[in-house]
């Protein structure tokens, strides 16, 4: 007999920057989700399914869950990042080869209160110099844990992906597959249209702007074979508009060259894109600005 099909939700949830996004991406086999350099690229939850043959995996992309809590958004993203603990049938721990901190730490305690089966994934192999180290560190960070399974793998080289996606899919209920097989994700064009403008910000611009700013699809319009996109870039302060913008222009039109390319790619048609950017006084703490950016829970 056949073995039986299986599908399911997996939350994918560990610290800002040890590569969640880069994992469901690879299972996917498409960029869905935005990754870059930077701590707290991915703000929203993103559903990226994977269909095997034998099973379907729901991955739920979060932003990392993080100690610091002080501005809206920020207590935004750690809502996004626990509510996807509810309704999973799994939940994939991801840390970094060789390191264990104080907020792997929380992203444990937060899976184990949830109390659903958790796999460890320890990201970045190909990055550790001493490949002996790893048995030892496995043995220490999951003495005391409870782990149905645990991973080491490279999301970036795309190493370990197929063992992980056989234990996942061993985990899910028995059921058909929840979405059509060509599917790979629930968010609309639009809503990656604005991720992959502000992916370009995150890689961008330097340390502090990027937190700063959010991205708004004023317009999405299809024209025959192409995509007319309209975006405007909100900052925070006026000072940083000149900053976005850069000498002559020159970094807002790299910023819209980037997302074009990557809009080009994602949705295999041609792209039109018009950018703005605009001020709009302390986003990131207001409330009602948030709502209107899309981040309401
Ligand atoms: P997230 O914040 O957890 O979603 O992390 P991202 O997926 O955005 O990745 C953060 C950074 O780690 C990016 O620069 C990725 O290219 C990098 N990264 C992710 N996975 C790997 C990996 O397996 N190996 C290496 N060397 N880098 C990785
Ligand atoms: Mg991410």
């Keep these: 007999m056949p073995a039986p099909y299986r599908a399911g939700h997996v939350a994918v949830i560990g610290r800002p920057n040890v590569g969640k996004s880069t994992l469901v991406n690879a299972l996917v086999g498409v960029k ?23 099973g379907q995996l729901l991955l739920v992309d979060t932003p990392g869950i993080h100690a610091k809590l002080s501005r809206a958004m920020n207590r935004y993203m750690n809502r996004a990042a626990r509510g996807a603990l509810t309704d999973v049938d799994a939940a994939v721990l991801v840390i970094e080869a060789g390191r264990w901190t104080d907020e792997d730490g929380l992203a444990y305690a937060a899976l184990r209160d949830a109390g659903v089966p958790c796999v ?63 599917e790979i994700t629930d968010r609309s064009e639009r809503f990656l249209a604005a991720e992959l403008v502000r992916e370009q910000l995150m890689l961008r611009l330097g340390e502090e702007v990027p937190y700063s700013t959010t991205v708004e699809i004023e317009s999405f319009e299809e024209d025959g074979e192409l995509l007319r996109i309209a975006a405007v870039i909100w900052v925070e302060r006026a000072g940083q508009k000149p900053i976005v913008i850069g000498e002559g222009g020159r970094r807002l039109k790299a910023i819209g060259t980037g997302a074009r390319e990557g809009m080009q790619k994602l949705f295999g048609r041609k792209v039109f894109l018009k950018l703005w950017c605009k001020v709009r006084e302390g986003w990131s703490d207001d409330e009602s600005a948030l709502r209107q950016f899309g981040y309401a829970e």
């Design 120 to 182: 460890l994934v320890i990201n970045k192999v190909d990055r550790l110099k001493d490949k002996t180290a790893l048995l030892p560190f496995i043995a220490e960070h999951t003495r005391e844990r409870e782990f149905a399974a645990v991973h080491p793998l490279s999301a970036l080289k795309g190493k370990g992906l197929r063992e992980l996606a056989d234990t996942l899919i061993g985990l899910m209920p028995e059921s058909p597959p929840l979405y059509g097989e060509d």
């Design 32 to 54: 869905v989700s935005i990754v870059s350099p930077k701590a707290q690229t991915t703000r929203h939850r993103l559903l990226g399914i994977a269909t095997f043959e034998h």
